[in-house]
């Protein structure tokens, strides 16, 4: 009887113990738990899940007028690679235009010039942010005829020009083309500024057209139009960008305007003192300059991106 109550209270307290550990596991798997799910919250606050996708951003950009073909394909190639990065209806206009809209109050988040003084002037009137901008392309200066007109083959030269031999069409002090125009044209007495200053030292601006050569010229609103000019026939020759030639078609080109008797033709960038989009703004900016394909698109239209 002594020996049944020994072992009936082995049993229970072996039966207690056991419970006694189950419990003690439970508690511990219970803890465990409760902290890898503290764990789990904790990364998810720190690390958004990646395959979120990023929030959309639309840019407006305001582009000089010889950029239409080139930048709409390296937009397109942008947002290929860039989904939640789209475009607003982007504003082509000669430079000039594009600061008069500017200071109008009309939105951009990217403002991309065709000369050095336009962008100065959108700097100096706080259009842009001066910490972003950059030299972004470079152009040449042209003179252009009719395709297949009795021009073709000739090489032109500024001399011939201001000796009124040709109608001539370039862009009026509105568009950079025309500036760079009057300051080659200045060199050869077809163009003189107030102060005297020519070629690269002269602005293409407030001056005045000489007596022969000014009733032979038709001024363009843009530097597109300039070369519609030559390619209808309306005139005989047109003085525009390399990059013209590339994206209007129907000219050719007669001789390149020699380098020294104009500034550089160069193309900055901004991003604008108003933009909501400043960081996409720059970052677009950026890889126009630096993606290997969207070089190809630039040389394809006629720029070459600056060193």
Partial sequence: MKKSKALLSGLCALTLASTI???????????????????????????????????????????ANSLTKAMADAQALYTE???????????YEASGTLNEMLGAGQYADILITASKGTMDTAEE???????????????????????GGPLV?????????????????????????????????STVGAYTEPDGKTGKD????????????LPKITFG?????????????????????????????GVQICSIVPDDTHK???YPGAVTAQSENAQAAADFLEWCMTDEDCAKIWQEWGFDIAA
């Fill in 21 to 63: 550990g189950l419990a003690g596991c439970a508690q511990d798997n219970a803890n465990q738990d409760l902290q890898q799910s503290a764990n789990n919250e904790q990364q998810n606050t720190q690390e958004p899940n990646a395959s979120e996708p990023a929030e959309e951003v639309v840019l407006q950009v305001f582009a």
């Fill in 81 to 91: 690679q860039h989904p939640n990065v789209k475009f607003g209806d982007t504003q």
């Fill in 125 to 147: 009137k706080g259009y842009v942010d001066a910490a972003t901008r950059s030299t972004m392309f470079t152009n040449q200066l042209v003179i252009v005829t009719k395709q």
């Fill in 153 to 185: 083959g000739k090489d032109i030269t500024l001399d011939q020009i201001a000796a009124g031999d040709y109608t001539l069409s370039v862009g009026d002090e509105n568009v950079p083309a025309g500036n760079y125009a009057a300051q080659s044209l």
């Fill in 202 to 213: 002269a602005s293409g601006k407030g001056g005045e057209w000489s007596a022969t050569l």
């Fill in 221 to 249: 609103a843009k530097v597109g139009d300039v070369c519609k000019y030559a390619e209808t026939g309306d005139v005989d020759i047109a003085m525009v960008y390399t990059s013209d030639v590339y994206r209007m078609g």
């Fill in 264 to 266: 550089a033709i160069v």
